[in-house]
């Protein structure tokens, strides 16, 4: 069984990709989302976070870049990291020692109402509260993605529109920002679908030759089922690709299961862990020979394959044991947290000084010094 590599509009002669600067972040619960806080963290220190264009994000990336997009005022400029630990860090810090995951499926089995309902309670109450999408800053765009699971494509939450290109364009949305987070990650399956309540009357666009019934009770599951670096809305408009990687890996399976439902997980897996790799390959590629510019780093990455004179101490052995943290919505402990958000400050340092920047500085600490990465 062959899995075909995913189709990515790279633009045309008539329609290249504009200058400027596009993030994004991957899956991964709050591995990623605290990964991608250490990312964040150096792209703000070094002045680059303000100047990026469109910020990406599937599943537990796009916690963190909800937090961020409305926290955009609080921040402060490039290079002033203290409005960005007090609106950002801390309170990602702070959900980050609650678990989500396991008390909203046992709400949702014994109680009236959905999983995914649940979750998106827990991410208003302890996170959002009570923001809209119309809470995100004009500029820059950020589209946080879910997959539709009835037309087998991404569904895209922005302030502008929330739309499938299949279905259609829903103008000016006023979802809670949970919502659209908790759609993007509806880790199959115990926490998904999450169902988006719409009407077709919402629909400023209806694609033409759609039944309205696509047009109601969406069924939506974890942006990183359909693309899991959140890619394809950046890779389709900027020329400059910046992607931080904290997604997880399938695992080695000496005695792969052989009854019906884990052998089809297996496969299941099998294929996705496919899809995701043609997605980095076609992604380093296109880095490599130019087509885009930019930089990849990943919670795998070796810091060392940077060939940088000097790095922060990112053992190769260390920072692969945060990489095998769980993906799950489940708390973690200080020292952990801290050891995930280090290693994303420093290998995205190392990506941004390899391959986009040579002239930044290197870094003289972690943000977490005591921490380390283990």
Known sequence: MTTAAPVVDTGTADEPPEEGIGLCLSGGGYRAMLFHVGSLWRLHEVGLLKQIKRISSVSGGSITAAKLGLAWDEIGPGGDVAGFHEHVVKPIRSLASRTLDAPSIITGILLPGTIGKYLADAYDKHLFKGATLQGLPHEPRFVINATNLETATLFR???????????????????????????????????????????????????????????????????????????????????????????????????????WAGGAKRVLDVVDHQVRNLRKRQLQGSLTDGARDGAYWGIRSNIAKFRLPVTLPCPADR??????????LKKLDDLLQQRLINWGYAVCDAGLRAHVDPTISAPGAFPYPEAGVG
Do not use: C, H
């Not at 829903?170 to 199959?188: E, G, M, N, Y």
């Not at 209806?206 to 974890?222: C, H, N, W």
């Not at 920072?319 to 799950?328: S, W």
């Open 157 to 259: 939450f922005s302030k502008p529109y929330a739309r499938d290109y299949r279905v259609g364009e829903i103008r000016q949305p006023t979802f809670r920002l949970a919502d659209a987070v908790a759609a993007s990650s509806a880790f199959p399956p115990v926490l998904s679908p999450f169902l988006l309540d719409v009407e077709p009357s919402d629909f400023s666009i209806a694609e033409p030759g759609v039944s309205d019934k696509f047009r109601q009770e969406i069924s939506l599951t974890d942006g990183g089922v359909y693309d899991n670096l959140g890619l394809e809305t950046v890779w389709k408009n900027y020329k400059t690709v910046l992607v931080s990687d904290g997604g997880g890996r399938i695992a080695d399976d000496a005695s792969p299961p052989g009854d």
């Open 319 to 328: 920072t692969l044991r945060l990489a095998e943290t769980p993906t799950r």
